[in-house]
């Protein structure tokens, strides 16, 4: 499982290849363009499937997840969840959305949240990768009581909190998954220019983001490695090997807590 077979040229830390009408060809492409692409699902009775697709893979790894803007109709797949969890190294899409049209499921969310949360710390070794939209601080709590850095590490995708919780995430050990939407958002490029070197990885969370209008693919972080690069005033050859090998001390912090 470690990424020393071949070595990833690129990040894609957060995709959901399976949403796209063609998720095999995408894997291929993955593999060929050497790019380590996180595999993210929403609900777990999408967890077979990706597995199954992604098992001979050399650089798309699948995270086992229950969207937070699911939780309303799907609360009930968290035994699913708890099902697969042993089997799955990598979990997500999970966390917590307070935006309006999903408010109202937020006590939901909150539970769902723990859960996965305290199975995640009993099992130990496991790298989550978390949607906290309107919500990080109350994320970071349920991280702090439910799921303590020796217990896991954390992603925190499409990070748009304040300065002061994007300290205390860092603080707690805390990833940050940047992608081309973020950085096209002023506040959000100030933020992203200020977050630790050594915590920054790359995403494209597609096909909720897209590019030349058209779903984004995993090789187009290449454009956000070159944007990063210039925004932090960095060769870009030196922010693509940084962020691979982020990702390798990631993958290392994860399993020395297992
Ligand atoms: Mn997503």
């Known amino acids: 499982m470690k990424y020393t077979a071949e070595q990833p040229h690129l990040v894609d830390f957060h995709c959901h290849l399976d949403l796209y009408p063609d998720h095999e060809a995408l894997i291929a492409e993955c593999d060929q363009a050497c790019v380590a692409t996180l595999a993210v699902t929403t609900t777990p009775k ?5 597995r199954d697709l992604a098992q001979t893979s050399t650089h798309v790894r ?61 099992q130990g070794g496991k790298i989550l990768t978390v ?15 439910g799921l303590p850095p020796p217990r896991g590490q954390v992603i925190l995708h499409w990070f748009t909190g304040t300065a002061a919780e994007a300290r205390r995430a860092a603080e707690r050990g805390c990833y940050f998954s940047i992608n081309s939407q973020m950085l096209r958002v002023p506040r959000h490029r100030q933020l992203v220019s200020c977050l630790p070197a050594d915590r920054l990885l790359t995403e494209t969370d597609g096909p909720f983001v897209q590019a030349k209008g058209r779903p984004i693919r995993p090789s187009a972080v290449a454009d956000t490695v070159t944007e990063l690069a210039s925004l932090r005033d960095e060769p870009v050859d030196v922010m693509a ?8 001390a990631l993958v290392a912090s994860a399993a020395s807590g297992r």
């Open 241 to 248: 090997t940084r962020i691979v090998s982020n990702l390798h």
């Open 46 to 50: 999408a967890w077979p499937r990706n």
């Open 131 to 145: 949607h906290s939209v309107r919500a990080v601080s109350k994320v970071l709590n349920h991280l702090d009581r």
């Open 62 to 122: 699948v995270a086992l997840g229950l969207h937070p803007q699911l939780v309303a109709a799907r609360e009930s797949e968290m035994l699913l969840f708890e099902r697969y969890l042993p089997e799955a190294r990598y979990v997500g899409e999970v966390g917590l959305d307070a935006s309006p049209r999903y408010f109202r499921s937020f006590e939901a969310q909150e539970r769902v949240f723990s859960r996965v949360l305290a199975a995640c710390a009993e």
